[in-house]
Nanobody, 121 residues
């Protein structure tokens, strides 16, 4: 099984930057895609960015494109989300998600506990 632990959240002012980390442990060889989602109260969790093991990236959230960069260090089994030029609308709990595949369990989605990002104006 895979476990995910996020870190790096905190409080910043508008225009500031933060870098979130998501460390995977356990059966890390089964992990392919790693993703960052965010969620605000009363809203559904939304996908911000994703990265495959080979480095291919996706940024479905147009508001994050150009300001957020997802990266990954496979040697330490960690994904990152570097967020710049933060706006109050970026305030949310950010969750790491990983896609794990094994022949025994098939595809399994794993979630971290979330890390809070607060951007003040």
């Amino acid at each position: 099984q895979v476990q995910l632990v996020e870190s790096g959240g905190g409080s910043v002012q508008t225009g500031g930057s933060l870098k979130l980390s998501c460390a995977a442990s356990g059966d890390v060889s089964s992990v392919n895609g790693m993703y960052w989602y965010r969620q605000t109260p009363g809203k559904q969790r939304e996908l911000v960015a994703g990265i495959l093991r080979g480095g291919g990236t996706t940024y479905p959230d147009s508001s994050a494109k150009g300001r957020f960069t997802i990266s990954r260090d496979n040697a330490v089994h960690t994904a990152y989300l570097h967020m710049t030029n933060l706006e109050p609308e970026d305030t949310a709990v950010y969750y790491c998600n990983a896609e794990s595949y094994t022949t025994a369990r098939g595809y399994v989605e794993v979630w971290g506990q979330g890390t809070l990002v607060t951007v003040s104006s």
